[in-house]
């Protein structure tokens, strides 16, 4: 069954640090791998998304995720986060088994001024 | 174009009540998808819909029915509702599960 861990549940961090936020999946098959933002009280916002092709793909915000198959890993990372960018992040799976697109349990993102 | 639309945004229920939750698209995508979001749980789907006439269950269907109307329509079906289903419910849909596209969501409390 199609699964996704997202190791860290908060992560805090400086304005103006990197970020790297983890995610690994478990698929049958080549996976279609996507990450959401979701600020408080919001709804969910597609940042980026991998289907095949380079594995380094960007994502809006200054996003970006690298999708490793010998990991099964598609980390989100930032070489610099500003104070808006505090809210929570989904990693979700999806792909051509069946149509359902699960997500993992997010990482709220904290950051200190 | 309005997307996904959700019905109601809030909602209270008394234990044993029921309610059914609606969901209408105008992406004309074929994939329709329920989940619920609680508090360090993430979003577990529910039940979801590949195409118009099917449904198949997700990760957490019990207590809960669907319907595929038509194209279109998605709704969820709360029979008896217990403390336990007090959540927020997003719709979603997608094309071939390239992106979902989320509703604003139902705040259900069950009391």
């Known amino acids: 069954a199609q699964s996704v861990t997202q190791p860290d549940i908060h992560i805090t961090v400086s304005e103006g640090a990197s970020l790297e936020l983890r995610c690994n999946y478990s698929?049958?098959?080549?996976?279609?791998l996507f990450w959401y933002v979701q600020s408080p009280g919001q709804g969910l916002q597609l940042l980026l998304k991998?289907?095949?092709?380079?594995?380094l793909v960007q994502g809006i915000k200054g996003f970006e995720a690298e999708f490793k198959r010998s990991q099964s890993s598609f980390n989100l990372r930032k070489p610099s986060v500003h104070w808006s960018d505090a809210a929570e992040y989904f990693c979700?799976?999806?792909?051509?088994?069946?149509?359902?697109?699960?997500f993992g349990k997010g990482t709220r993102l904290h950051i200190l001024p | 174009n309005a997307g996904v639309t959700q019905t109601p945004k809030f909602q209270v229920l008394k234990t044993g009540q029921s309610m059914t939750l609606q969901c209408a698209q105008d992406?004309?995508?074929?994939?329709m998808y329920w989940y619920r979001q609680d508090p360090g749980m993430g979003l577990r789907l529910i039940y979801y819909s590949a195409s118009e006439g099917t449904t198949d269950k997700g990760e957490v269907p019990n207590g809960y029915n669907v319907s595929r109307l038509n194209k279109r329509e998605f709704s969820l079906r709360l029979e008896s509702a217990a403390p336990s289903q007090t959540s927020v419910y997003f719709c979603?849909?997608?094309?071939?599960?390239?992106?979902?596209?989320f509703g604003q969501g139902t705040r259900l409390t069950v009391v």
């Open positions: 979603a849909t997608s094309f071939r599960v390239t992106e979902a596209f």
């Open positions: 992406m004309n995508h074929n994939s």
């Open positions: 979700a799976v999806g792909g051509t088994l069946d149509d359902k697109i699960i």
């Open positions: 991998y289907f095949s092709g380079d594995t």
């Open positions: 698929y049958g098959a080549t996976p279609y």
